[in-house]
């Protein structure tokens, strides 16, 4: 079975010692020539600046494939369209195009004055500009604000109508609940190679189950023992190692070719998979200036 393609998402830094980690992070999954790298945006918008700094740094600095993140949230129409000028005057290709989360507090996503209203409005007026090879996302498990049965994938399939060249999913535990969801896609009528599996490699399980839970995915009882048994073992990271790697083989042999990993800005874990996946260093490269 051939090794994999993989991508890999970071988010942009909020002090001098989170950008030590970023570029360090960067610098040691970057010779595994990921087939691109992306960058988040905070909820609400408030790493926009941030992001754009992280994007254009990732670039120039070590000639990666970067895609930024890009959502509608706090911004009109004219404001998001502009920060995707300046992406495209900068070199960027790729964008990552989402609705986004509310501003902390917020609760539930209301629409900017003049704004677009969802991810689908925001797809489209960025297909138009004709810059941007568009990415979007995905949900193998109900959207906390999903409208039913099948409501993901149609929404899905709604993106891919506006112009998205491939969709991200959020991560999930078992490869059960992604290949449920692409055969589901398929059926619908969605070009299921376009879909990319979305893996979260568990650095700290405690931190990783408070994620998961507000982003509405399942929690196998299973994982919740296994973790407390490493961790009064001291084998947490042998363990994490290993129920990536088979999470990702799963896929593989299931006829995934591109795995896009949540790096959490902490390379270790993620290059180990990697690594046991067959994916190995083609290059060596600098440190950021």
Known sequence: MPAPRV??????????????RLWDTVRMLAPLSPEFVSVTYGAGGTTRQLTHEAVTTIGREFGLNVAAHLTCVDATRDET??????????????????????PKGQGRFAPHPGGFADSVELIAALRDMGSFTLRVGAYPEPHPEAAGNGADVRWLKRKFEAGADSAITQFFFEAETFLRFRDACARDGIDA??????IIPIENWTGI??????????????????????????????LATAICTELCDTLMAEGVEHLHFYTLNRAQLTRDVCHALGVTAQAQLQNVA
């Open 193 to 198: 190679s376009r879909i990319v599996p979305g």
């Open 81 to 102: 369209l502009a920060i995707a000028r300046s992406y495209a005057e900068a070199g960027v290709g790729e964008i990552v195009a989402l609705r986004g989360d509310p």
């Open 7 to 20: 991508s890999f998402e970071f988010f942009p830094p909020k002090s001098l010692e989170a950008s030590f």
């Open 209 to 238: 189950r408070r994620f998961a839970q507000a982003a509405g995915a399942s929690i196998p009882p299973l994982l919740d023992e296994a973790f407390a048994k490493a961790a009064r073992d001291g084998r947490e990271q042998l």
